[in-house]
């Protein structure tokens, strides 16, 4: 298969590639530029542990073409913490419990960055609802969204 | 000693900063210099002889290092937990026992590559019919799946106390009903992984996520035929185990390929291949009569199981004694006779999951004691009371051990939680339902041969700028092992968290410890770190006594210091007190090995209760789950947050048992091969209100009064749900997951008013299983 050139942002940085293009801006992220912290549950599209975000919005990068990311900005849980300082809500994850197995975590972290920059003071229901696309077999989602609600009100 | 300073603290979990920022490497993650991939060829067909496997137009494809058949396996090609009947590969000549079973293997330079010649490898196969349930595995003249097992029979159990014939005689009520349980699949989202290499030595390495690295290393040897020696078996960080991870899943399989085609190698199953593989929990019938007086004194139960071993052994035996022992549940009961058989069929494969047998016997048990209280006219709660084990009696199965919390407490404390019983609005198909449901679930105490009676271990170690590290040989699944561990060691030095370094799961490192089962970790490890850590204090103290010119029974540790007592200014860091110890010698490594006192068979248990309130719409079937509670006795709890987590994440799983999950087989073919057929609870799915309470009544013999709550967690919210829904539309539910459709087909049966009585539903509740 012909390789085609594309030039993707991933946390800020710039890089050029040349992929086939039926690959999926997970593997593309995983093997390719060696960002592991995205996870790969199902690559079907179902369980959400493979988000990030594209151009600031939620995506599953199982079901985004690496091709298709060309020209946008893509950012994963490396690119949340800055300069060894923790996003509030990783630090929120942690206070709370939010994180067992671990596997979920950064793409509920994620989901919660576009969920509070949309509606910085969602309601339980709310929460509900962005987190609905994110699977978690470890912690029935309590903590989870007790993490989430002390972030919002701003407790953090 | 300054005690409770991090003990019974919600501390950060010691692994939390690297998974909330993606650092921490899952086996997956992990990349080697020159590593390739590996893909299984799984057989299409639940049961087929293998004719022939040709692999050329495999082997020539681009990027392809070497496909692999049973030929070029050393060894003998066998393994398994209990039997060693389980095959790495399906040679030519033998055949298939489920579509798990693995005919051929790749290993190739790219997954991708990989997979595309998996797909090459052409198998020529005679397709035979398979047994697809255990009744009609038992039927006489079925093929037999294991030549040594009468009747596809995997194993059996019997329990019989007292004489059920004068028990029955002696009820003036009897009541009987058959129950259905589902195969659950444990859903973690980590699928399997791995990757192994040979180092320049011969020695084999595996990374892996896995429960019993002991038990891997096990297998790899008995199918390999590797030296013992010569197997080094390191689980990494667990995405989700629940039993799923507990027997070797892809270890051998990707020992062999590393082996084999002599370069490193990763394999990671993707999800349908994942459902397919690894073993779920087991399918139940279970027949259940009861026999009580008018008062409601139960005198004697009745019960038979039923369940679906699949095609290999593996945990079956221990899964059918805990349903056994589910059965009878927290309450007197003076006239038993239970037999269970787990049956060999062509399904997917049964064994560990986060219970291990109890949840399928809380479900009948539950739902039959609701059944006899309708009979018998009787509030289902009071019913329950009149039968309760007293505190400090032994209940009824020999292998549980005393009872110091009352049920009697958690029953006040439920009620407390549920208050009163809401109130449908006026005019609304809503019908509102409630229950109480109790359980008795257990623990490992180290009292169990196959589980720990033979000792479990744990080393620790004082460096000389007064780090700790701890060697522990469970695996961090998410549970919090880790963390306990580094808790208890700092409280033991008095240090603070980040001085404790704990690594866990690897077998050369780690003294034996047994499996990531049975909620014995903290119980296990915590007493076999607090042995190494006492004869480490001995030492320290001595020491510092000396150095100080004072006894030892005068000191003690305090804020990462070694303190007179009443005289804190007179004090030794830690750190200057180990570096001594160093320079002059002492030893500063001990291996703690915790062996249970226990003489008896028996396993350390808990009491707990959930309920229920439950909305069900009538006209549309719908259930809304309005409150959901859980009290449980937790003994001494090190971690609150994480130890609510346990109790929050188990409840949930309980309640996609109850109302969702089914992998669903036909044939012996997956109907449910992704997360949009099998369904798995979402943040959408809590219940409106959903709360938990701990009770800390200090258990004996645990560490700090510490016991293993893991799969406690699990055991209740199924039944609650299900007699919460039977109460409310007084339809009997003796088969999950249950659904609007049931309902509904249920409600129009019945016809009550406000339900929309039209065309009979085709969906019956048997048929689901």
Redesign the interface.
């Known amino acids: 298969m012909t390789r085609q050139s594309l030039g993707l942002k991933v946390n800020g940085t710039s890089h050029a590639l040349e992929l086939e293009p039926h690959r999926s801006l997970l593997n593309v992220l ?1 093997e390719d530029l ?11 599209g ?2 959400g ?1 493979c988000t990030v975000l594209l151009d600031g919005a939620p995506v599953n990068a199982c079901m985004v073409l690496a091709v298709q990311a060309d020209g946008h900005e893509v950012t ?3 690119g ?2 800055v300069d060894g300082q ?1 996003h509030p809500l ?1 630090e929120a ?5 939010a ?8 793409g509920m ?1 994620l989901n919660s960055i576009a969920l509070l920059r949309e509606t910085p003071r969602p309601t339980r229901s709310e ?3 962005a ?15 007790e993490a989430i609600q002390s972030v919002a009100n701003g407790s953090k | 000693m300054t005690h409770g300073s991090i003990i019974g603290k ?1 501390v ?2 010691v ?12 086996a ?2 992990i ?1 080697l210099p020159g590593m390739h991939h590996g893909k299984i060829v799984f057989s299409p067909h639940p049961r087929a002889r293998v004719i022939e496997i040709d692999c050329r137009a495999a082997q020539a494809m681009p990027g392809v290092t070497k496909v692999i058949t049973a030929r070029d396996l050393p060894g003998s090609n066998r393994y398994g937990y209990d039997v060693a009947h389980r095959p790495v590969l399906v040679p030519e000549g033998e055949e298939t026992r489920y579509i798990g079973d693995a005919v051929a293997m790749v290993v190739a330079t790219s997954e991708e590559l990989a997979s595309l010649a998996a797909a090459a490898v052409a198998v020529r196969y005679e397709v035979l019919a398979p047994l697809t349930s255990p009744r009609q595995a038992m039927e006489a003249g079925a093929y037999l799946l294991h030549a040594a097992a009468a009747g596809n029979r995997c194993c059996q159990r019997e329990f019989v106390h007292g004489d059920v014939a004068v028990g029955f005689g002696a009820a003036e009520v009897v009541v009987e009903h058959t129950y259905f349980t589902p195969r659950q699949e ?6 399997e992984a791995g990757v192994a290499y040979r180092d320049d030595a011969g020695v084999l390495h595996v990374l892996s996520c896995l429960q019993d690295p002991y038990g891997v290393a096990e297998d790899i040897h008995l199918a390999l035929a590797i030296p013992k020696s010569r197997i080094h078996v390191k689980g990494t ?6 039993g799923g991870k507990l027997n070797t899943t892809i270890q051998v399989h990707l020992a062999a390929m590393a082996c084999v085609a002599e370069v490193p190698v990763r394999l ?1 199953l ?2 349908a291949e994942s459902f397919i593989f690894h073993p779920k929990r087991h399918p139940t019938e279970i027949r259940l009569k009861l026999g009580a007086g008018r008062d409601g004194t139960i005198h004697a139960l009745e019960g038979t199981v039923i369940a679906d071993a699949g095609p290999y052994s593996g945990r079956s035996p221990e899964v059918l004694g805990l349903t056994m022992s589910g059965l009878l549940g927290p309450y007197r009961i003076p006239n038993v006779l239970t037999r269970a058989e787990a049956i060999y069929t062509n399904n997917l494969d049964s064994g560990a999951f986060r219970g291990f047998g109890a949840p399928q016997a809380a479900i009948a048990r539950e739902c039959v004691l609701d059944k006899l209280a309708r009979a018998l006219a009787m509030d289902p709660l009071e019913l329950r009371r009149r039968n309760f084990i007293q505190p400090g009696s032994r209940p009824t199965s020999p292998m549980l051990g005393d009872s110091p919390v009352s049920l009697e407490l958690l029953t006040k404390r439920i009620l407390a939680h549920m208050g009163p019983r809401p109130i449908a609005p006026k005019n609304s198909t809503k019908r509102i339902g409630r229950s109480i449901c109790f359980d008795m679930p257990v623990f490992d105490v180290g009292a169990i041969p196959v589980l720990g009676k033979s000792g479990v271990g744990a080393t620790v170690e004082v460096h000389s700028d007064g780090g700790v590290s701890v060697y522990a040989g469970g695996t961090e ?4 092992i880790t963390t306990v561990l580094a808790q208890m060691a700092a409280e033991q030095f008095a240090l603070p968290l980040e001085r404790i370094r704990v690594d866990m799961g690897d077998n050369w490192t780690s003294p034996r410890a047994g499996r990531t089962s049975a909620s014995r970790l903290t119980f296990g490890l915590g007493n076999a770190l607090l042995l190494a850590t006492g004869r480490l204090r001995q030492t320290l103290l001595a020491r510092a006594a000396q150095m100080l010119e004072v006894a030892a029974e005068d000191l003690l540790f305090e804020d990462a210091e070694v303190r007179i007592k009443g005289v804190p200014a007179k004090a030794l860091a830690f750190a200057d007190l180990a570096q001594v110890c160093w320079d002059r010698g002492d030893q500063l490594r001990q291996e703690g090995w915790f062996r249970s006192a226990e003489d008896r068979y028996m396993y350390g248990h808990t009491f707990m209760a959930a309920a229920a309130d439950v909305a069900v719409d009538i006209a549309t079937g719908e259930i809304e789950i309005l409150k959901l509670a859980n009290v449980l006795d937790m003994g001494k709890v090190l971690n609150p ?2 130890a ?2 346990q109790l ?6 309980s309640l996609g048992y109850g109302l969702m999950e089914n992998m669903v087989t036909v044939d012996g073919q997956l109907k449910t091969p ?3 057929e099998y369904a ?5 799915d ?1 219940p409106r209100e ?1 709360l938990a309470e701990g009770i800390e009544t200090p258990y004996p013999t645990g560490p700090y009064g510490a016991k293993g709550i893991g799969e406690a967690a699990l055991n209740c919210t199924t039944p609650t749900l299900l007699n919460a829904i039977a109460d409310a539309v007084g339809v009997e539910v003796d088969a999950i997951p249950v659904a609007q459709e049931h309902i509904l087909a249920a409600v129009r049966k019945q016809n009550l008013p406000g339900s929309r009585a039209q065309t009979e539903s085709k969906w019956t509740q048997k048929e689901i299983v």
Not at chain 1, 140 to 145: D, N, P
């Open positions: 995983r060696g960002l592991t912290g995205t996870k790969k549950g199902c690559h079907s179902h369980c542990a994963t849980i490396e949340v913490a923790l990783q994850f942690i206070e709370y419990g994180s067992q197995c671990g596997y979920c975590t950064p972290v929460i509900q609802e987190l609905a696309g994110n699977l978690c077999r470890c912690t029935g989602y309590v903590q989870i969204i | 919600s950060p979990r692994d939390a900063r690297g998974k909330v920022t993606g650092q921490t490497k899952y997956g993650d990349q444990q859903a973690f989202l980590e699928p960080p667990v995405g989700g185990g629940f990671v993707d999800r699944l998410g549970q919090g947050a994480m609510f987590g929050y994440g188990g409840a949930i799983q992704s997360f949009a798995i609870p979402t943040a959408l809590l959903f």
